[in-house]
């Protein structure tokens, strides 16, 4: 029950920390906030103060920001859609970039703690692909079709989200010299003590394995980032990470490879936390943290990626079509955007209905 508890919890966190981005650049454009609130459902407490009702509110699933003449324009010069179109567009776009600041500290803590992993190949397996491309035990993928490869994780979201497809790589292979010096992936300085080649080769699909595999073992390798600099490039690069596992999921999802049962809603996304967190109790209390950090990475990155997406009733949504007023000169009209934003959260609406369908029917019989 516990572990539940600590899900839901991360989860309305990352949904309050979104909604502190708007009501921070609310306040810093002079746009009236009414209620700020933590929480969902029925007050357990408020204060007013400065103009602002901030409430505790009894369900700890999030929170929100209600600012005045959000939707429609009363004439209030401290109201929403008073301001200029660039103040709306920061309030607006600050709730997804306080999700990406949340989900880079969270990374930056990560990687401190437990390191960084280079995409080093500890073995090649006999008759795959990799051996016949002349890739052998030691080497380093640079990159991969023009993507430069910061961990070993990328080579495996690459391989997963691109399959079938032709792999022309960069790798890497050190000197005798290097070698006999004791220097590795992680401590060499220089070029000289690097052999680069390219290897091309097309990835094989193993039934033993139910995944297309190009034939390479790894090992999996843990060393400390090269000081703040190389910290927060590794941070920054857990962001990047998530959000294009989130974008690249919904293009998989659309050329057949993953079907509406793949994709996860909040119950599911609950349910498999709590799992996740009671699997890593027995480790203690560090475990358990680092563990839902790592979790908020991934929610966190993701919920500011996909809000970012020009879809309507999503913040991305708004922003197209301020976006579109700022080019214009002219805003379009309220109603006709309403009629949008509501056609959107219908099927939005849809769209989480049956999602949460298939969340309970997997729970129930798995």
Request: aromatic content about 10%; proline content about 3%.
């Amino acid at each position: 029950m516990l572990n539940i508890v600590a899900a839901i919890l991360l989860f309305g966190f990352i949904i309050m920390f979104h909604e502190l981005g708007h009501f921070l650049l609310a306040k810093a454009n002079g746009v009236a906030v009414m209620e700020f609130s933590i929480g969902m459902g029925p007050r357990l407490a408020s204060v007013v103060w400065r103009g602002t009702r901030y409430s505790l509110k009894i369900l700890p699933l999030g929170g929100s920001c209600a600012m005045a003449d959000e939707d429609t324009d009363s004439g209030d010069p401290n109201g929403f859609l008073s301001k200029s179109v660039w103040a709306r567009i920061s309030v607006i776009a600050a709730g997804p970039v306080f999700n990406f600041i949340l989900a880079f500290i969270f990374g930056v803590i990560i990687v401190w703690y437990c390191g960084y992993d280079l995409p080093v190949i500890s073995g090649i397996m006999e008759g795959y692909p990799a051996e016949a491309a002349g890739i052998e035990e030691g080497d380093i993928i640079f990159s991969i079709n023009g993507k430069k490869l910061m961990e070993y994780r990328d080579l495996q979201q690459y391989l997963m989200l691109h399959p079938e497809e032709e792999l022309i790589m960069e790798c890497g292979r050190l000197t005798d010299e290097a070698k006999a010096a004791g220097v590795n992936w992680y401590t060499y300085s220089g070029k000289e003590q690097v052999k680069r080649y390219t290897a091309t080769l097309a990835t094989r699909y193993s039934e033993e394995n139910k995944a297309y595999m190009m034939g390479i073992e790894h090992q999996m390798e843990y060393h400390k980032p090269k000081g703040i600099g190389h910290l927060f490039s590794l941070g920054w690069h857990e962001v990047i990470f998530q959000g294009r596992s989130a974008i690249e999921s919904f293009r998989l999802l659309f050329r057949g490879y993953l079907g509406t049962e793949d994709l996860g809603g909040p119950v599911r996304i609950v349910a498999e936390m709590g799992e996740t967190v009671g699997e890593v109790r027995s480790a203690g209390w560090l475990s358990v943290l680092l563990t839902l950090m790592n979790i908020g990475v991934v929610l966190s990155a993701t919920l500011g990626t996909m809000n970012l997406l020009p879809i309507p009733a999503l913040d991305g949504g708004r922003l197209a079509f301020l976006l579109v007023e700022a080019v214009r000169g002219r805003a379009i009209s309220q109603e006709k955007e309403g009629m949008i934003h509501l056609a959107g959260m219908v099927v939005l609406m849809g769209l989480m209905l049956l999602i949460m369908f298939n969340d309970i029917r997997n729970l129930i019989f798995r």
